[in-house]
């Protein structure tokens, strides 16, 4: 029986992902039971990239405008510089990321993936770590950046670059066996609505 028996994690890349950080927390979660599915901007496959090199070639198993996050369970978003730059970019992308922190599912973000947290509106007043040339943007988006190797607030969990990623798969497997986080979801929503 693995941790995550039943749960589906959606990874959210493009062109000019970093491979090993789509790679290893996908072979991650999977190894503890979970069912995963690559979502992107379009249909395919996506090319992969090992820091400016190309990498190998990903198949895509839906699009981000096919996909609906209430299928599933926790999201991964990996770095690379191009991918969350591309992503950020599309609305649709950046609505499917961003839906996950309003239902207060469990998130992992890596490297230069915090870009989706700017982009999103989700990181103002959480701690999170990045790629070192992300700290301004995080911090002028409201967000505390620290430089550790995994940093994990509320059903976040972020980390810096892929030399963190056996941290950063270790957390996330845990934080996605947790499930839902209601503080996640209430920090999202802007300070929580009254009912």
């Not at 290893?24 to 992969?48: C, D, F, H, M």
């Not at 990239?49 to 209430?70: M, N």
């Not at 978003?77 to 992503?87: K, R, T, W």
């Not at 950046?145 to 963190?164: A, F, I, M, N, Q």
Request: hydrophobic share 40%; charged share 30%; with cysteine.
């Amino acid at each position: 029986m693995g941790k995550l028996d039943g749960k589906k994690v959606a990874f959210l890349a493009t062109h000019g992902v970093e491979q090993v950080e789509l790679t290893e927390p996908r072979k991650a979660v999977e190894n503890e039971g979970a069912e995963t599915e690559l979502i992107s901007l379009e249909s395919g496959q996506i090319q992969a990239f090992e820091h400016l090199d190309q990498g190998d070639k990903f198949d895509v198993d839906r699009t981000v405008k096919e996909a609906d996050p209430s299928d599933y369970d926790a999201l991964v978003q990996p770095g690379g510089v191009a991918n969350p730059d591309f992503l950020r970019a599309d609305e649709d992308a950046v609505a499917f990321f961003r839906a996950f922190f309003e239902a207060g599912k469990p998130v992992g973000v890596i490297c230069h993936g915090p870009w989706m947290l700017v982009e999103a509106g989700v990181v103002d007043g959480m701690t999170v770590t990045s790629w070192p040339s992300l700290k301004t943007d995080i911090r002028n988006a409201g967000g505390n950046w620290v430089d550790e190797e995994v940093v994990v607030d509320k059903g976040l969990t972020t980390s810096r670059k892929p030399d963190d990623l056996p941290a950063f798969c270790a957390k996330i497997v845990e934080e996605f066996c947790e499930g839902k986080h209601e503080e996640l979801a209430a920090a999202t929503s802007g300070g929580g609505e009254s009912s």
